[in-house]
């Protein structure tokens, strides 16, 4: 039976929560996975609960030198909201109430860059910038998001798929210089079982 406890995004995931936790405290802050591009009405239903942090899987880069092992960085995304209701420019410095989105983009770039989550990976910064809600009129929030990386390795091993069955049979694409056509043959290979 397979297992998913060691699934890349799966582990990675409440590391990350885990670590913003240290300066984010949940009666403050809202942390919850959202969709890298959050569209109108998710925003306005995220928007609600800022000061809020919404984490998001953007994507995979492998490693060239990957061989039997995947190896590379899983790409995440963290979204800042800030709302404040007490000024245009507490919105980045804050106010007695609030923190100010300045500050939460650095407390997060400090936590998040160079952090090593044994024996996942590490966190590693990948840049930082300002954004703006198209379509949304309201002038008391201001948003920031931070690209990182979170470096993982994995195989099949990870999720006790493999079996003695799954090698019983291979299937492998010859390239073929010179044949005409595509230049690649399919052929299934039965290694000799013992």
């Known amino acids: 039976m397979a297992s998913f406890d060691l699934a890349t995004i799966r582990r990675q995931e409440p590391l990350i929560i885990d670590r913003l936790?240290?300066?984010?405290p949940a009666q403050t802050f809202g942390i919850e996975r959202v969709p890298q591009s959050l569209s109108l009405t998710e925003f306005k239903r995220v928007v609600k609960q800022a000061p809020m942090l919404g984490l998001a899987w953007a994507g995979m880069q492998p490693q060239k030198d990957s061989g039997r092992q995947l190896k590379g960085v899983m790409q995440w995304r963290l979204i800042l909201i800030c709302r404040v209701s007490s000024g245009l420019e507490a919105?980045?410095?804050g106010d007695r109430k609030d923190i100010g989105l300045d500050a939460m983009t650095d407390v997060a770039l400090a936590l998040i860059h160079g952090v090593t989550m044994?024996?996942?990976g590490v966190m590693e910064v990948t840049q930082a910038q300002s954004?703006?809600?198209e379509g949304y009129?309201?002038?008391d929030i201001a948003l920031a998001q931070i690209d990182f990386n979170f470096s993982f390795v994995t195989s099949p091993a990870d999720y006790a798929?493999?079996?003695p069955e799954s090698f019983e049979q291979l299937g492998i694409t010859w390239s073929v210089s010179g044949s005409d056509g595509p230049g690649a043959i399919n052929d299934t290979i039965e290694p000799p079982q013992e």
């Open 161 to 163: 798929i493999s079996s």
């Open 21 to 24: 936790r240290q300066a984010f």
């Open 91 to 93: 919105r980045f410095k």
């Open 137 to 139: 009129a309201d002038d």
């Open 118 to 120: 044994k024996p996942v």
């Open 131 to 133: 954004l703006v809600a």
